[in-house]
């Protein structure tokens, strides 16, 4: 069973990727963006809980009208510079404003937690040998921070305490 | 100049805590050489030829005495005794072990300096016009929006993980001091036909293996915009930068490569879609900035004639090393750290510590570092001119060279640098052996020189009006020249290569046949820069690589 964090806490995960479960038994499933978009129709009444995985190079934008139906976003890092995801998720949050989970996905180490977290993520696959205890830990490296945090959309001051955020 | 508040303070002291603890987990093989670079790099630590290499950020160059201090300390107990002065107006130690530079860290942490993103592919140190606050020509100071950006882009979420490094250079005079059209984004304070202060911005300047000057894709941009705005830039460029090749990974080549206009309707698009949900402008916190680079207490006085009675080698210094303040009975001074035996814009620990106390009596207490690597007291009173160049000259900061063919920026190429192919420190030295004499230097008049070890192009060499690059040919050192480039002013413009490369020995001889087509060609006044614009390179092509001086 996969384990990630979510919210913070190391969980089971209850969802598959399409290629993990081909028959669609799962009744949470997260699909590739291209599947997704060449499916949607045929995805949309299905009575199961739908993800979308985006690669770097996926069009955030096109997921606008989708969010009724989506209600996980995964996204995908191939490694420790990989930064695009980063402007998707703040796409997905400040502009669409997703509330579903936003998972990383891929090269995903302990080092990026601060940053992803404070761009929306709340779920993470950390990459293979990264020990997930100890990951919790960089969530608190820094109390203080210059941005606002992605769910604060007006905030009262640019400087932010994170422990009253 | 800018102080910490509790946020502040406790951010560097927490990056600090971060990375001691990474340097443990690398040092004790839980993390791997691949995964600490990457960490390192966002602390200003690189592995170079025979130690790390530290730099330490120098937000907009401006520095306190007790700030020198900490340097000085920092290179007697952990370097060799000194630091050199980057282009990007910081200081970084050739010396430091790997292991004690949290140590280091924590000690600058305590004078409110840090090397965050010194490194790396983030945005990098903010730099400005080393003239701001005092130029008479000012529309308005940079400094309080360099902070304000310097926070912004601190540790900024999204924009951490850039195709490339990302710099950005702000000004506030018609005159361009910051070489902000070389830069990634160039913002330039500027006043509309209704009489408001805004942004002109520039984008995808740039030197490296593809230099180019930036280009406006907004003339005017209200203060109030400044974030959102450079998210909308910063956003484009994180989505569609190119992050297959590193040496296409800029913004510039984006730019290039949509086109101005395209890449700049992209921008626009971007920011009408997320300004409303971008960072909004705090006035109240801008203030709080701009409170911190108020005037210092300036006393009412009158301009004097100091060079009467004076010998000419206080006069010479006089023109050459200070210039015009705004305020009356002051005037700027340049320290230069360019004295023919010292390599460019290096300084010692005693140095340090003595411009310190030089900075305290002289210029309350503040010191500037310069893009062109020398040191500034920026608010010296006429009257205390000769005692300060008296105090100057014994510490060897006194040499009255600046803007001059020997107030040279150099990198530290080959002896120090990892990336260089060539050394540039001894062509430095070359160049002042061969270039002495003050009064051909003053004849030359106003002229830049700029040499990078290779291809990216720390020294500018791009930018020079004369530029100089270090080439590899079969493992020896051959030297490329470039005429007519510039940075400064109003009118930036790239080199142009005059022909084949040179070999180390003939370096020196090369720009002084150079310099002999412009003694030649000149009109009466006319600056070298100007000279290279009117009569084009073909003249200095011609002879300077004439048959009886072929280059081997």
Known sequence: MR???????????????????????????????????????????????????????????????????????????????????????????RRFKFTGELRAVGYVQREQLFYLARCGFDAFELREGEDLEAALSAFDEFSVAYQPAVDLVVSPTRRHSLAQA | MYLYDQIDQRLVEERVAQFREQTRRYLAGELSEDDFRALRLRNGLYIQRHAPMLRISVPYGLLASRQLRMLARIAREYDKGYGHFTTRQNIQFNWPKLEQVPDILALLATVQMHAIQTSGNCIRNVTADHLAGVAPDEVEDPRPWCEYVRQWATLHPEFSFLPRKFKIAITGSPQDRAASKVHDIGLHLVRNERGEVGFEVLVGGGLGRAPMIGHVIREFLPKEDLLSYLEAILRVYNLEGRRDNIHKARIKVLVKSLGPEKFRELVEAEWQASRDTAPQFDAAEFERIKRCFAPPPYETLVDEDVLSGRPAEFRNWYQRNTRRHKVPGYRVVFLSLKSPTRPPGDITHTELDRVADLADQYSFGLVRSTHDQNLLFADVRQRDLFELWQALKEIDLATPNIGTLTDMICCPGLDFCALANATSIPIAKQINERFDDLDYLYDLGDIELKMSGCMNACGHHHVGHIGILGVDKNGEEWYQITIGGSSSGQDASLGQVIGPSVPHAEVAATIER????????????ERFIDTVRRIGIKPFKERVYAPAHQAA
């Open chain 1, 3 to 93: 384990r990630l964090i979510k919210q913070r806490e190391i969980v089971v995960d209850e969802w598959r990727y399409a290629d993990e479960d081909p028959q669609g038994r799962s009744r949470a499933l997260i699909l590739p963006f291209a599947r997704w978009k060449a499916e949607r129709e045929q995805w949309w009444l299905w009575d199961g809980r739908l993800g979308v995985r985006l690669g770097p190079t996926d069009p955030v934008a096109e997921l606008e009208h989708d969010f009724l139906r989506i209600s996980l976003v995964a996204i995908e890092f191939g490694s420790i510079g990989e930064g695009r995801g980063y402007s998707q998720a703040q796409i997905l949050r």
């Open chain 2, 514 to 525: 150079i310099l002999n087509v412009y003694l030649e060609e000149r009109e009466e006044g």
